[in-house]
């Protein structure tokens, strides 16, 4: 163990095993869906018609060739749920970055300059709040029209909210401190106070929500897909799979537990992440809670 | 008395700004469903229709007007109660949201109650731990149990109870042969009425896995704030006095401990209550449960526009009248607030 000594350790919050958790199963994803056409074992649109609904390789009747078995179009479960990964994570990460940046951004300009431009963008929030999101996010999918792009933009659209709300109060909270007045008092320009003084402090919250806005991202993609309003149906999801196998729930029960139990293991893996960052990063917290 | 001013002029002052909110909500739905590629006046006549009919359809509803005009025209029927005929049930959206709606609003409600005892009960455990090793394994159950959405608890407790153990219904809202008795629109509430138990029994029977799976899957924040409102409130100098007066653990708890540290979760349960309002469409769908959601999705797929406005400005009702509801529980509960 001499050859450790003289490293540095690792930062606080990678040392956090929660942290540690939720990046290995990220990073257990994330292989799926890059390397998703070597790792499937059969493609995951080929129907097989004489081979439906084929229960796992361990139970009867099981047949080695689909190790999770097949759907009602006879295409193999566990070649899906590997390409479903790409669908999954490709909205996680797109759809979470555009949240943020727009949300942070209106964040930022609503608790630093306050007055009328925080009162209009408030409202704005309340208004978007009124709404569920389930329902949101339906109606614009259906003025946008389906598809991936879509999807990303969609969740964007109804979720920046979610930041703009906890970020700025965040803002009103730093914009007090004197560090903040000294760099007005030097002359620095609104950008550079808001980018170099009010950022770094507002950094650690936004990354923590970013984690957790992955997590909703995957469900509410689920659920797109559930109703017919994501992807097209060539495009392997786990929300098209969850909605195919409740036609044949008594047939291949198993069918269904497959894609529940991805989502789950995505958005576990993102929620612990966040829960994670969120303990490490925040200064706020007290010595215990983070414990 | 000046509870009741208190409370009144705060249900004046939400209502006058919910106004507002709802002109801004029904000119998005307008306009976001107005940019579809799709003609309502060609949708809403038979597929042989010349296209001289279509003209004049186009005419007769208005679509050949600029688009702030048609918004009036929508705007002001809505505030007569007419939100227009559905293309694809031809019927009055307004008659079939009042047949659906009932059932949703049943539906939210009893998974509202599920939701409350599950988070009170699972915060006050999590608070009861604290400190201990449980409290650790219970926080990240915690964790795994906010990582289940209500969309993914349906499908699970339908697994298990509907089919592996074939213990509970999970289709529609009562047994085949069971008659629907209509007074209020509210199946529960009209078979009581009705005195028909055995229908009431059925139906409720039918509730608990949809409402279980809402309740479920919205209890973890709200146990997770309680609890931490009550570790900030057993922080305050006023429950370590109560304990050197010799109350009762038991005492502090309830009369000065919840007492306070309610306050943050109701505040979180108006908001909650709002996106369980919205969750129920997933479960409605899952477990063919003839609601709001139901219609709104069956309009999605045939782009059944007047039905999708009509649903849309409905559920957002919703939102805000539950909003304005908690806000008033909470005043009512909040001394500090009803001084001011």
Known sequence: MASFEGKRPLPLWLRSGRVQTGLVIIFILGICAIFAPYLAPNDPNEQNLLAILTPPAWADGGDPMFPLGTDSLGRCVLSRLIFGARVALTVAFTASVGAMLIGAFFAHVAGYFGGWIDWLIGRVVEIWLSFPPVILSLILMVGLGTGLRNVVLAIILVDWTRFCRVLRSEVIVLRRRDYVSAAQLVGFSHWRTVTREILPGTLPLLITLMSLEMGVAVIVEAILSFVGMSVSSETAAWGQMIADARQNIYEAPFNLIAPIGAIFFAVFGFNILGDGLRRTLDTRLTQTERT | ?340
């Open chain 2, 1 to 340: 008395m000046r509870m009741f001013a208190t409370i009144a002029k705060l249900l004046v002052k939400r209502v006058l700004t919910a106004i507002p909110i709802l002109l801004v909500v029904s000119a998005l739905l307008f306009c976001i469903l107005r940019v579809l590629p799709v003609d309502p006046a060609a949708m809403s006549l038979p597929p042989n229709a010349t296209v001289q009919e279509v003209e004049a359809m186009r005419k007769e509803m208005g679509l050949d007007r600029p688009i702030y005009e048609q918004y009036g025209i929508w705007l002001g029927k809505l505030l007569q109660g007419d939100i227009g005929r559905s293309i694809h049930f031809r019927q009055d959206v307004t008659s079939l949201i009042g047949t659906t709606l009932p059932a949703t609003v049943e539906l939210a409600v009893i998974a509202m109650m599920v939701a409350t005892v599950f988070g009170l009960a699972g915060g006050l455990f999590l608070f009861y731990v604290r400190g201990t090793r449980a409290e650790a394994v219970m926080d990240f159950v915690s964790i795994l149990l906010l990582s289940l959405p209500e969309f993914l608890w349906s499908l699970f407790l339908l697994l298990i109870f509907g089919v592996f153990f074939e213990v509970l219904p999970f289709t529609g809202r009562l047994s085949p042969g069971f008659e629907r008795p209509v007074v209020t629109g509210f199946l529960l509430l009209d078979s009581l009425i009705t005195g028909n138990i055995s229908t009431f029994f059925n139906a409720l029977e039918h509730m608990i896995l949809p409402c279980l799976a809402l309740g479920i899957a919205l209890s973890p924040s709200l146990m997770r704030v309680l609890r931490s409102s009550l570790l900030d409130v057993y922080q305050d100098d006023y429950i370590q006095q109560a304990r050197l007066r010799g109350l009762s653990e038991k005492r502090i708890l309830v009369r000065h401990g919840l007492k306070n540290a309610i306050l943050p979760t109701l505040s979180l349960m108006g908001v909650q209550f709002g996106f369980l309002f919205g969750g129920t469409l997933l479960v409605e769908i899952i477990y063919s449960y003839p609601g709001m959601g139901n219609l709104m999705v069956d309009a999605i797929r045939n782009a059944d526009l007047p039905i999708i406005q009509g649903a849309g400005l409905t559920y957002c009702i919703a939102v805000l009248v539950i909003s304005i509801a908690v806000d008033s529980l909470y005043l009512i509960l909040n001394p500090k607030l009803r001084a001011r």
